[in-house]
Nanobody, 123 residues
Framework: QVQLVESGGGVVQAGGSLRLSCAASGRTFSSYAMGWFRQAPGKEREFVAA????????YYTNSVKGRFTISRDNGENTVYLQMNSLKPEDTAVYYCGAAQTYQPMAVRLVDYWGKGTLVTVSS
C-alpha cells in the first residue's frame, strides 16, 4: 500500500509562485512512476507533470512547460512541483499520483492518489 500526502497549496495572485510537496510512504520511488495531476471545478482530472518510473525522464503538459518544474528528494521520498508565473487557469485541486507503469504517466494509469491540495490563483 502506498500513501501520498500533498501540501503547499494556497491562494496566490497571478504571476506568483507556489511549491507543492508530495510525501510518499514506503519504497515508492523505486517501484512507481510519480506525478502531479490537477482537477479544476467542473472539469476532468488532467496530467500536469511526472517522472518516469526510472526517474530519468520528466514529462510536462504543454500548458505548464517553462513555468512548472517537477523535482524529487529520494532520501525523503518526496516529490515537488515548483509553480511559477501562475495564471488564473491554473486554479485547481492538485493531486499526487503513483503508478506502476513504464509508460508516460496518465490519469488512467495511476494506482494510488493523494487527497489533493487546493491552488487558487486570483487575477
Amino acid at each position: 500500500q502506498v500513501q501520498l500526502v500533498e501540501s503547499g497549496g494556497g491562494v496566490v495572485q497571478a504571476g506568483g509562485s507556489l511549491r507543492l510537496s508530495c510525501a510518499a510512504s514506503g519504497r515508492t520511488f523505486s517501484s512507481y512512476a510519480m506525478g502531479w495531476f490537477r482537477q479544476a471545478p467542473g472539469k476532468e482530472r488532467e496530467f500536469v507533470a511526472a517522472f518516469s518510473r526510472s526517474g530519468a525522464t520528466t514529462y510536462y503538459t504543454n500548458s505548464v512547460k517553462g513555468r512548472f518544474t517537477i523535482s524529487r528528494d529520494n532520501g525523503e521520498n518526496t516529490v515537488y512541483l515548483q509553480m511559477n508565473s501562475l495564471k488564473p487557469e491554473d486554479t485547481a485541486v492538485y493531486y499526487c499520483g503513483a503508478a506502476q507503469t513504464y509508460q508516460p504517466m496518465a490519469v488512467r494509469l495511476v494506482d494510488y492518489w493523494g487527497k489533493g491540495t487546493l491552488v487558487t490563483v486570483s487575477s
